[in-house]
């Protein structure tokens, strides 16, 4: 914690304190930086998809406590070997992990569904994706709400580093991907805790995360 509340990890190691959910993690460096490379366990990629995995709590959690603020992170993610099909390479920053794991919200990017790509139909709108476990998955949010507010484009890509910022306030979230804002969430699905900040992951996704920063309010 420096004196101005913000809290920096450079995630060149698994920071003391963390701890793992149905993901592993190794420090190693990745297109010319240090990082994190997270995945998900071979039990939770071979459990129940809506039980293991897709939009559950499979993360690694950091010690650092947050409620409103902004927390920023590098990301570059790719497919993981054997990834299923309808694999994106899905990463991001889960926020307001209760004590308990039960609760929390997330932002993720889904790479190959990125505007780099020129993916074909809605795919194309599905860059970034905002949820809140456990009852508003990304399914049940799409289903509910046709007009794709709680998703976005995003001009990404798989195997590049960008960086994924969110400004949460209340029952709103500002997501930003290089400094160029994509997502505003006016009214989000869970009631504002504080919690934990966590690095979150998906099915046939390998992801490295660097350079987490965390402010808040």
Known sequence: ?????????????????????????????????????????????????????????????????????????????????????????????????????????????RPLNGAKLNPPGPRANRGLQYFAYPEWDFERLREEYPDGRYEAKADIGPDEWIRLRLEVEGRSVRVSVNGVPVLSVKETKATPVRGRVGLWVDIGTEAFFSNVSVSAL
Do not use: C, H, W
């Open 1 to 109: 914690m420096t004196d101005s509340g913000v809290v920096t990890l450079p995630l060149d190691e698994l920071p003391e304190g963390s701890l793992l959910k149905s993901v592993t993690a190794q420090p190693i460096e990745v297109a010319g930086r240090a990082a994190l490379r997270v995945e998900l366990t071979e039990e939770a990629a071979g459990g129940i998809p809506g039980v293991d995995y897709i939009d559950q709590p499979t993360f690694v959690l950091l010690p650092v406590e947050f409620e409103n603020g902004v927390v920023e992170v590098d990301v570059f993610a790719r497919l993981a070997a054997g990834a299923p099909d309808y694999a994106r390479a899905f990463a991001g920053i889960a926020y307001r992990i209760s004590e308990d794991d039960r609760r929390f919200e997330a932002v993720y990017a």
